[in-house]
């Protein structure tokens, strides 16, 4: 006997949706602190995707967050919490009930969902300063490239292109090696 959907089937407005699996704990928040663009981010991906909260937290611990991020917008279709990990830790993405080709994942921990690497879209983990002026830009920054995903048959080729470009983004500002488009070669990017 196969294991039951985390989910239920989409009803209404989300039928059809592709969807969008959101980290809370520095992904979303850090501690009671909204991560900055919070509220812009969920506006602009409501209506393009199903959105799925999925926590290792307890519902205990998080209910009261999730419930205070979602009243402004009501963009939460469906919240998962630590009960539907596995081992404790591991996010099931594929025990979802969706379908794998139209499911991306946000998580500042991309090895949370280490059984369904393809989906996932790791972010910067967000720790507040504590006073409420953070400069931290990363949701907004996903917003163009979710926005555009959502118009996909096919996530996965995009989300590997997409963490490839980073990769090399972020090896490349640093000095260290980056390899070139042809040949295999590598090249150092000079230093300024």
Not at 18 to 37: C, E, F, K, Q, Y
Not at 83 to 98: E, Q, Y
Request: proline share 5%.
């Amino acid at each position: 006997m196969g294991q039951e959907n985390l989910l239920p089937p989409q009803v209404g407005a989300q039928v059809g949706r592709p969807t969008l699996v959101l980290d809370l704990d520095n992904t979303l928040i850090d501690g009671s602190v909204s991560r900055p663009g919070l509220d812009q981010f969920l506006h602009a991906v409501k209506d393009l995707y199903e959105v799925v909260l999925f926590t290792a937290g307890t519902r205990e611990c998080a209910e009261k967050i999730v419930d205070e991020i979602d009243r402004k917008h009501g963009s939460i279709a469906h919240r998962l919490y630590g009960d539907s990990c596995v081992d404790f830790v591991i996010k099931p993405a594929a025990l979802l009930g969706r379908d794998m080709k139209r499911v991306v994942v946000v998580d500042d921990k991309p090895e949370m969902f280490k059984k369904n690497v393809e989906n996932a879209l790791p972010i910067k983990p967000f720790f507040s300063k504590g006073n409420g002026d953070d400069e931290d830009e990363e949701l907004l920054k996903l917003i163009p490239f979710l926005t555009l995903l959502a118009k996909m048959n096919d996530f996965r080729a995009a989300i590997f292109e997409w963490k490839k470009q980073k990769t090399q983004k972020s090896s490349s500002s640093d000095g260290t090696a980056v390899p070139k488009k042809k040949g295999g070669a590598t090249t150092k990017k000079k230093s300024r």
